[in-house]
């Protein structure tokens, strides 16, 4: 539970690169997630060059963290993989909250940035790293050496949970 509590979204970073084991790490995390039908529809590209991180920052409204991260993922689904439609999101969402939870315990900050489903970033996203038709961007990670701290964070709700009925 540790690190489920103190994960939280970071969106500024240290100029620190981030270790190539600890990228390994977290691309192991990441396919560890559970899918349906185990079919792991998911793909990743590393990207550590700062113009392609620019490029990003500037083209999606919600990514300026990408010009401080040194490293982003993007996490996409592979559609020949999809064993039962539509269900790579749920695939990859799990996907994506594993390499969230593992950046924590790897002392690693991380914000999860939105592509899919709004159409125009799929698309921009698609254009810019020449991505097969089959291939759909899904969410990209900001992982960096946090230079900003946040207190742990339990959102429990118990109104929020029910038994047997509404």
Request: proline share 5%.
């Amino acid at each position: 539970m540790n690190e489920i509590f103190k994960r939280r979204s970071i969106r500024k970073y240290q100029s620190k690169p981030v270790e190539k084991e600890k990228i390994n790490e977290l691309l192991h995390a990441a396919m560890a997630a559970p899918s349906a039908g185990n079919e792991q529809p998911w793909h990743y590209i590393v990207i550590d060059d700062r113009n392609i991180l620019n490029n990003i920052a500037n083209t999606h409204p919600h990514a300026a963290m990408l010009k401080e991260a040194p490293v982003a993922i993007l996490v996409c689904a592979d559609l020949t993989k999809e064993k039962y439609e539509g269900f790579w999101v749920q695939d990859l969402s799990a996907s994506t909250q594993n390499i969230l939870l593992e950046a924590v315990s790897l002392g690693l900050g991380t914000v999860w940035v939105g592509v899919y489903p709004n159409e125009n970033r799929v698309n921009e996203i698609v254009k810019m790293f020449g991505l097969p038709s089959n291939i759909i961007p899904f969410s990209i990670v900001a992982v960096g050496y946090p230079d900003e701290y946040k207190d742990e964070s339990d959102r429990y709700d118990e109104d929020r949970v029910h038994y047997n009925k509404w």
